[in-house]
């Protein structure tokens, strides 16, 4: 959501500050080896909902032409990187050792990053940690490179002419053929060494390049995989993700189609949901009648057996309603107008802008990072530094020391071989004194090792120079590398200050389960889904994207239709003629409940002194177990428990009554006591004046006037009754559907209730018209299902189904993170374990080589001066000059 204009300025802060955030990790091409770990936990910031906030709220367009462009250009590099398929071996335990060596053993960086509590004290603990004996050994082809310059600087001149008294220990100099044999197999074994550590590096060379093609090819299919979704591990794509929110989103504003189709068929099934309504209530009141009959029918010692017998049939006809296709319809059709409701829908736009937005910047992260790569231009023209069509920088770095060690070494095994079979051309004409002659030398031998031994100083200053360079950069990218490697859960927890990445909020909860599941998770075959990982605020607590979107809207509303499809194919009989609605109405119609309001036998009658009497006199107590209706009655056989009995009425027991006495007509009714004749003998008078008491009982329940005979309130005048049993239904010759009056609908397309008592005559009536008022409910039911519920099953739900509920199925099933660990193990193959391992054996071998160039300039130096201080004393003899006292006569016998 935009800021409120008074939070404009701090959000431009926050914005501006991330975006220089977002855009440190694509500085220049040529800083990509150390872009790991910044290409890590920029994609985990972005991931994350709390990290993300302050750098999506500046996002307007979810898609943009540029994300289009991206992915075009993702797929054309990933079709351009990826012919052949991966290049080179890994070697995974070989390179860690490998990066382990290049490291030192300790991993410097990872210590002082579990040190530091913020940022700011990274670079300190870094100092602090580093053994500076250490950072001189890794550096030590650079200082070494700088030690030999300054010592040839103070030997070189040693090889001038003018200067070479100067040199120490000159004079005629002897080499056996013995030493000359040692010299030579010494120099053939320094030269196979440097042939060996040249093609060492031509090793590494292959690996670095075979690592960068292998890393591009996966950041191709990473990135087109990202964006435009991949099979195999299945993901959606962002943009594809990102096209679906944004349809979504896009959908449920006020005025959009999607909106206006479902306004339109939820104004026009809502007689569908009036319908259920109605009959529910319907039912509701005669449940009211059942469950309100006067306490004063139980003082009387009787009881409502209807009101027992019918409550259960009452109970599955409600059931019956409530799992009908018509409550299955409303149900539907209210959840829809629930859900999607003005209110509703503006804050599921919310919701779906709220889970777009990580989403947003981890696609805009993404494509800005590894957007490089996707230039395949601008990526081939940097790695035509390595290989292919370009200037091919290191590999001529590469074959100019080889060939210049190749060279040295020629050079040197040229010089002993001419050493060791040309020393001297013949026997000079000077003699010994001896009677012997002084050898004539060759000048080829000190000529070829003087000019091996200072293009030797040079190969070695450059050798420990590039090996040094390259060393210090495979220190601090090996440590890079070993991090990604190693990268957990607990790392994270130990690292994260130090990157200014707080894990104990909730945001960081889920930055540590997006590591654990998404790029090292335990197991590599798994396919996470992103919905269960990322949370989402709500109401002060965080909830999984899933829940918000899936569970709160998709699942409700799809299981409301799923309950429609289920009762239309199994339920296809109309409710009005279902089983249990005819059995209610055929009881309530043929039983009239005083039919059934009877004596309660529980009671103990024969123990009252009131009412015993009777039950000595068999005519009374044949009678006794009567109702309060006056004929006698016989209930319908479909009744349970009491079907097909004959019922006694008041009439009978005031005709058994009469016989004890002369009957009277007090009442207009039938229950009329009777004057006690007195000369009858004590029992039948006892037995009189308890019939009468119990008349008097009847009489009691008869005259009661709080019976419960609720109707509506007539929406007209908002005073009068209203009775479902005056709807009058009429068909609409316009558009063929039936129409209904008097139906005690209000304008808000409720009913409201209205209490009224009625006497025991008047609630016989009432109960038996239910009847006729469940029918007309009932089949009102029916007909608008039949004319209406197509709007809801097919019309809504094809609705719903195209704009939401498919949409957000594809989400469910496409937003996956199973390719991030994949891509994140063949980054760290072709990034590490090639190509910084190729890399840091070009160092080594160059340094190797250094190390073999000091043997090869120390045997050269030798041979040179043995060999030139020879032919200078043959000069000084031709001059006339006497050999120094301390020479070695180096005559040859004849």
Same mark, same amino acid.
């Given at each position: 959501?935009?800021?409120?204009?008074?939070?404009?300025?701090?959000?431009?802060?926050?914005?501006?500050?991330?975006?220089?955030?977002?855009?440190?990790?694509?500085?220049?091409?040529?800083?990509?080896?150390?872009?790991?770990?910044?290409?890590?936990?920029?994609?985990?910031?972005?991931?994350?909902?709390?990290?993300?906030?302050?750098?999506?709220?500046?996002?307007?367009?979810?898609?943009?032409?540029?994300?289009?462009?991206?992915?075009?250009?993702?797929?054309?590099?990933?079709?351009?990187?990826?012919?052949?398929?991966?290049?080179?071996?890994?070697?995974?335990?070989?390179?860690?050792?490998?990066?382990?060596?290049?490291?030192?053993?300790?991993?410097?960086?990872?210590?002082?990053?579990?040190?530091?509590?913020?940022?700011?004290?990274?670079?300190?603990?870094?100092?602090?940690?580093?053994?500076?004996?250490?950072?001189?050994?890794?550096?030590?082809?650079?200082?070494?490179?700088?030690?030999?310059?300054?010592?040839?600087?103070?030997?070189?001149?040693?090889?001038?002419?003018?200067?070479?008294?100067?040199?120490?220990?000159?004079?005629?100099?002897?080499?056996?053929?013995?030493?000359?044999?040692?010299?030579?197999?010494?120099?053939?074994?320094?030269?196979?060494?440097?042939?060996?550590?040249?093609?060492?590096?031509?090793?590494?060379?292959?690996?670095?390049?075979?690592?960068?093609?292998?890393?591009?090819?996966?950041?191709?299919?990473?990135?087109?995989?990202?964006?435009?979704?991949?099979?195999?591990?299945?993901?959606?794509?962002?943009?594809?993700?990102?096209?679906?929110?944004?349809?979504?989103?896009?959908?449920?504003?006020?005025?959009?189609?999607?909106?206006?189709?479902?306004?339109?068929?939820?104004?026009?099934?809502?007689?569908?949901?009036?319908?259920?309504?109605?009959?529910?209530?319907?039912?509701?009141?005669?449940?009211?009648?059942?469950?309100?009959?006067?306490?004063?029918?139980?003082?009387?010692?009787?009881?409502?057996?209807?009101?027992?017998?019918?409550?259960?049939?009452?109970?599955?006809?409600?059931?019956?309603?409530?799992?009908?296709?018509?409550?299955?319809?409303?149900?539907?059709?209210?959840?829809?107008?629930?859900?999607?409701?003005?209110?509703?829908?503006?804050?599921?736009?919310?919701?779906?802008?709220?889970?777009?937005?990580?989403?947003?910047?981890?696609?805009?992260?993404?494509?800005?990072?590894?957007?490089?790569?996707?230039?395949?231009?601008?990526?081939?023209?940097?790695?035509?530094?390595?290989?292919?069509?370009?200037?091919?920088?290191?590999?001529?770095?590469?074959?100019?020391?080889?060939?210049?060690?190749?060279?040295?070494?020629?050079?040197?095994?040229?010089?002993?071989?001419?050493?060791?079979?040309?020393?001297?051309?013949?026997?000079?004409?000077?003699?010994?004194?001896?009677?012997?002659?002084?050898?004539?030398?060759?000048?080829?031998?000190?000529?070829?090792?003087?000019?091996?031994?200072?293009?030797?100083?040079?190969?070695?200053?450059?050798?420990?120079?590039?090996?040094?360079?390259?060393?210090?950069?495979?220190?601090?990218?090996?440590?890079?590398?070993?991090?990604?490697?190693?990268?957990?859960?607990?790392?994270?927890?130990?690292?994260?200050?130090?990157?200014?990445?707080?894990?104990?909020?909730?945001?960081?909860?889920?930055?540590?389960?997006?590591?654990?599941?998404?790029?090292?998770?335990?197991?590599?075959?798994?396919?996470?889904?992103?919905?269960?990982?990322?949370?989402?605020?709500?109401?002060?607590?965080?909830?999984?994207?899933?829940?918000?979107?899936?569970?709160?809207?998709?699942?409700?509303?799809?299981?409301?239709?799923?309950?429609?499809?289920?009762?239309?194919?199994?339920?296809?009989?109309?409710?009005?003629?279902?089983?249990?609605?005819?059995?209610?109405?055929?009881?309530?119609?043929?039983?009239?409940?005083?039919?059934?309001?009877?004596?309660?036998?529980?009671?103990?009658?024969?123990?009252?002194?009131?009412?015993?009497?009777?039950?000595?006199?068999?005519?009374?107590?044949?009678?006794?177990?009567?109702?309060?209706?006056?004929?006698?009655?016989?209930?319908?056989?479909?009744?349970?428990?009491?079907?097909?009995?004959?019922? $006694?009425?008041?009439?009978?027991?005031?005709?058994?009554?009469?016989?004890?006495?002369?009957?009277?007509?007090?009442?207009?009714?039938?229950?009329?006591?009777?004057?006690?004749?007195?000369?009858?003998?004590?029992?039948?008078?006892?037995?009189?004046?308890?019939?009468?008491?119990?008349?008097?009982?009847?009489?009691?329940?008869?005259?009661?006037?709080?019976?419960?005979?609720?109707?509506?309130?007539?929406?007209?005048?908002?005073?009068?009754?209203?009775?479902?049993?005056?709807?009058?239904?009429?068909?609409?010759?316009?558009?063929?559907?039936?129409?209904?009056?008097?139906?005690?609908?209000?304008?808000?397309?409720?009913?409201?209730?209205?209490?009224?008592?009625?006497?025991?005559?008047?609630?016989?009536?009432?109960?038996?018209?239910?009847?006729?008022?469940?029918?007309?409910?009932?089949?009102?039911?029916?007909?608008?299902?039949?004319?209406? $519920?197509?709007?809801?099953?097919?019309?809504?739900?094809?609705?719903?189904?195209?704009?939401?509920?498919?949409?957000?199925?594809?989400?469910?099933?496409?937003?996956?993170?199973?390719?991030?660990?994949?891509?994140?193990?063949?980054?760290?193959?072709?990034?590490?374990?090639?190509?910084?391992?190729?890399?840091?054996?070009?160092?080594?071998?160059?340094?190797?080589?250094?190390?073999?160039?000091?043997?090869?300039?120390?045997?050269?130096?030798?041979?040179?001066?043995?060999?030139?201080?020879?032919?200078?004393?043959?000069?000084?003899?031709?001059?006339?000059?006497?050999?120094?006292?301390?020479?070695?006569?180096?005559?040859?016998?004849?």
């Amino acid at each position: 959501p935009s800021p409120s204009l008074g939070d404009a300025a701090p959000h431009r802060a926050r914005h501006t500050s991330c975006r220089r955030f977002c855009l440190a990790a694509r500085r220049a091409p040529s800083a990509m080896v150390g872009r790991p770990i910044s290409w890590l936990l920029l994609g985990l910031r972005a991931s994350v909902p709390g990290l993300w906030l302050p750098c999506a709220a500046g996002q307007e367009a979810w898609i943009t032409p540029e994300d289009t462009l991206a992915a075009q250009d993702a797929k054309n590099a990933a079709q351009l990187y990826c012919e052949g398929g991966f290049k080179g071996e890994v070697d995974p335990e070989g390179g860690r050792d490998t990066l382990n060596a290049a490291v030192g053993g300790t991993n410097v960086l990872l210590e002082a990053a579990k040190e530091s509590r913020d940022s700011s004290e990274l670079g300190t603990k870094f100092a602090e940690k580093a053994d500076p004996v250490g950072m001189v050994v890794g550096a030590g082809g650079t200082v070494l490179s700088i030690i030999f310059l300054i010592w040839w600087f103070l030997c070189c001149w040693t090889a001038c002419p003018c200067c070479k008294r100067c040199r120490v220990c000159r004079g005629r100099k002897e080499t056996k053929r013995l030493h000359k044999i040692v010299l030579m197999v010494i120099s053939s074994a320094i030269t196979f060494a440097v042939i060996f550590a040249a093609s060492f590096a031509f090793g590494g060379y292959y690996s670095a390049v075979d690592g960068v093609d292998n890393m591009a090819c996966t950041v191709g299919e990473m990135l087109d995989g990202a964006l435009s979704g991949q099979e195999n591990p299945p993901f959606l794509g962002m943009l594809p993700l990102l096209k679906i929110f944004s349809d979504i989103e896009a959908s449920l504003g006020p005025t959009a189609e999607f909106m206006t189709g479902i306004r339109t068929q939820i104004d026009s099934t809502a007689i569908i949901s009036e319908s259920v309504s109605l009959a529910s209530q319907t039912l509701d009141l005669l449940k009211t009648a059942f469950d309100n009959i006067p306490a004063e029918v139980g003082t009387r010692h009787h009881k409502c057996q209807f009101c027992d017998v019918m409550s259960p049939a009452l109970a599955q006809t409600i059931d019956t309603l409530n799992n009908g296709v018509g409550t299955s319809l409303a149900a539907a059709r209210e959840e829809v107008n629930s859900q999607l409701s003005p209110e509703m829908s503006k804050e599921l736009q919310g919701t779906f802008r709220e889970a777009a937005a990580p989403m947003t910047e981890l696609k805009n992260v993404m494509r800005d990072t590894f957007g490089f790569f996707t230039d395949t231009d601008q990526f081939l023209q940097i790695r035509g530094h390595l290989a292919g069509d370009g200037p091919q920088t290191v590999m001529w770095i590469v074959a100019i020391i080889v060939i210049y060690s190749l060279a040295l070494v020629a050079s040197m095994m040229f010089a002993f071989s001419w050493f060791f079979c040309r020393e001297t051309l013949g026997d000079s004409e000077l003699s010994n004194n001896q009677g012997g002659y002084y050898p004539k030398y060759s000048k080829v031998t000190h000529r070829v090792s003087c000019c091996s031994w200072c293009c030797g100083w040079w190969f070695i200053i450059l050798a420990f120079l590039v090996g040094g360079i390259f060393g210090v950069v495979s220190n601090v990218v090996s440590s890079v590398c070993l991090i990604m490697d190693d990268m957990d859960r607990q790392m994270l927890l130990d690292i994260g200050p130090a990157f200014g990445i707080d894990f104990s909020t909730s945001s960081g909860e889920q930055l540590l389960d997006i590591i654990d599941q998404c790029f090292v998770p335990s197991d590599p075959g798994a396919n996470p889904a992103l919905l269960d990982i990322i949370k989402l605020p709500e109401n002060g607590t965080q909830v999984t994207m899933r829940k918000a979107i899936v569970g709160k809207v998709k699942d409700q509303i799809d299981a409301k239709f799923e309950d429609i499809d289920n009762k239309m194919n199994s339920n296809t009989a109309q409710i009005s003629q279902n089983p249990e609605v005819v059995k209610l109405t055929t009881m309530l119609r043929e039983n009239p409940i005083d039919m059934l309001m009877v004596v309660d036998e529980s009671y103990g009658w024969q123990n009252d002194n009131d009412y015993k009497a009777l039950f000595a006199a068999q005519p009374l107590a044949t009678a006794f177990p009567s109702s309060v209706r006056c004929p006698d009655g016989v209930v319908s056989a479909d009744v349970p428990t009491v079907g097909g009995q004959t019922i $006694g009425g008041v009439q009978s027991f005031v005709t058994a009554l009469g016989a004890y006495g002369t009957a009277t007509s007090v009442r207009a009714d039938c229950a009329n006591p009777v004057v006690c004749d007195l000369t009858k003998g004590p029992a039948d008078v006892q037995a009189c004046e308890a019939g009468n008491r119990f008349v008097r009982l009847k009489q009691q329940i008869l005259d009661l006037t709080n019976f419960r005979c609720d109707v509506f309130v007539n929406p007209t005048d908002g005073i009068s009754d209203c009775d479902p049993l005056d709807m009058v239904a009429s068909k609409d010759p316009t558009t063929g559907k039936t129409t209904y009056t008097s139906s005690c609908m209000g304008s808000d397309g409720k009913w409201k209730r209205k209490q009224k008592s009625c006497n025991l005559q008047e609630f016989v009536q009432y109960i038996k018209e239910f009847d006729t008022r469940i029918n007309k409910t009932m089949t009102r039911l029916d007909t608008v299902v039949g004319e209406t $519920g197509s709007g809801i099953s097919t019309g809504l739900k094809d609705l719903v189904n195209t704009y939401l509920l498919k949409p957000i199925g594809l989400v469910v099933d496409g937003v996956t993170c199973g390719f991030i660990a994949v891509t994140y193990r063949r980054i760290i193959d072709g990034l590490c374990y090639q190509s910084v391992v190729g890399f840091t054996r070009i160092g080594q071998s160059y340094t190797a080589c250094g190390v073999l160039g000091m043997f090869v300039i120390i045997l050269m130096y030798g041979l040179w001066r043995r060999t030139v201080d020879n032919v200078n004393e043959n000069i000084n003899l031709r001059k006339g000059v006497v050999p120094d006292a301390g020479a070695v006569d180096m005559s040859v016998p004849k």
